[in-house]
């Protein structure tokens, strides 16, 4: 009975990692020309054998190395309390790449992660989230690779808000706090919002939140902003 109950965790222990690994290598195969065995030992070095609440956005930094994204002119787009929108109109159109259409926001889009001192697993289960530790597994990836690409974003860069909220902009959101503050003044020629209407919306370009989003846009960078309806999402630009 011993014998069956260590090898039964034993087996569910690598068979959280195990399967956690494969989804991460299977998406990652996805994009040619990657040594994605080597992506994936980097990635765990960030969080595994350590307390899933002490782990610094700097923790991947060697992550970021090993997969680095691509300077990328005039089709960044990036976005803010729109994710559903703004996937569905990327994967219509190649107008436009978001950090999900890159390789390390695919692979760790929508799933969950973290250690635990003392193990060498990766769990996907009873993970702190977001509000629980300012130095989440999760949210310090998010912050660490939404920072790698604004700095590789160029020319004219675009980001989708939404236009059905009350406050499209938060300088507290990732967008505001760190993309924005991330783009690169002699890189970058200008940021175009794309606020997404429905038939009810609340905002528009002359809402005051906006207002705070061109004072918080190093100097340099222009700003413009274009009402778009959801149901006129469509080809670049428009
Ligand atoms: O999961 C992602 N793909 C993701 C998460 C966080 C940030 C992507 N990003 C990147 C994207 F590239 C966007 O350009 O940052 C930008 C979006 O971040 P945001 O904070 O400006 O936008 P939200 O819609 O407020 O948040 C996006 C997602 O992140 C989580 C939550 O899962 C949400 O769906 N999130 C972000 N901040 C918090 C928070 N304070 C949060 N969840 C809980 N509390």
Known sequence: IIVAVVLGVTLRKETETNQFQSVFLSRCETFKGNNCQKIWETFQQAYVNRDP???????????????PFKPTCNRVMFWSKTKVVVHEFT????????????????????????????????????????????????????????AAYADIACGNVSAML?????????PTSIFGSIEVKGLNATRVNSLTVVLVTEEENVTNCTDASLKVLQKELPAGINYGCEEVPESQLQECGS
């Open 162 to 170: 939404n236009g059905s909220i009350a406050v499209p902009f938060s």
């Open 53 to 67: 609440c002490k782990v610094p956005m700097e923790a991947y930094d060697p992550l970021v190395t090993a997969a």
């Open 91 to 146: 994967e219509k159109t190649d107008c436009f790449v978001t950090l999900e259409d890159t390789l390390l926001g695919y692979v760790l889009d929508g799933l969950t992660w973290c250690g635990k001192e003392g193990s060498s697993e990766t769990f996907t289960t009873d993970c702190p989230v977001w509000t629980d530790c300012e130095n989440n597994t999760v949210s310090s990836f998010w912050k660490r690779v939404s």
